[in-house]
């Protein structure tokens, strides 16, 4: 649990969605798929704050997350870590289909993981611990390492530098395999 942000210049926080890193090519996509971005831009700052509990959802499950749990997902949405957001989101069924459609392809596409669920993935490689802090130049997020981490070897997903549209700032990934 994140409980000093002004902290987070050197030191870092804590935070437990490390694993959203590999759905990198993904982000843009989805946002737009949502209809919260056009042209690579958030329409309004209502749907940047919404993107934040969006992210969440595809790693969770959960509509509803605690704001000091998604500094990550704020700075991938170009928003200060201690932005003020609303507790949650109202996720529509065609809402959640779209997201468990994108984590079944990802499924899908990294074969070598096998034929596990979208529960499984969430679990395994998405609710992830890691450390995130700010350097002048960019963010840096360490992953926790996990024993079948080896399987990031024949991963097809680029995630080890994240240059959103939106981000001023590149997230740099260090996640040992």
């Known amino acids: 649990m994140v409980t000093n942000l002004s902290a987070l210049p050197g030191a870092g926080v804590r935070v437990p969605n490390a694993g959203i890193v590999i759905l990198n090519s993904y982000i843009v996509m989805l ?39 998604l500094v990550l997902n704020k700075v991938l949405c170009g928003l200060p870590p201690n932005a003020t957001i609303n507790p949650g989101i109202e996720v529509t069924k065609d809402q959640k289909e779209l997201m468990e459609g994108l984590i079944q392809s990802v499924i899908s596409y990294w074969t070598v993981i096998g034929d596990t669920s979208i529960e499984g993935f969430r679990g395994n490689w998405l609710v992830r611990d890691g450390i995130l802090r ?44």
């Open 31 to 69: 946002l737009e798929r949502l209809g919260l971005i056009k042209a690579n831009a958030f329409k309004s700052k209502e749907a940047q704050l919404e993107a934040v509990h969006y992210l969440q959802y595809v790693v969770t499950g959960l509509s509803q997350t605690e704001a000091s749990q």
């Open 134 to 177: 700010e350097t002048e130049a960019h963010w840096e997020l360490t992953v926790e390492k996990r024993a079948y981490d080896i399987l990031l070897q024949h991963s097809p997903f680029s995630f080890s530098i994240l240059k959103l549209p939106w981000i001023e700032k590149p997230l740099h990934v260090n996640w040992s395999y």
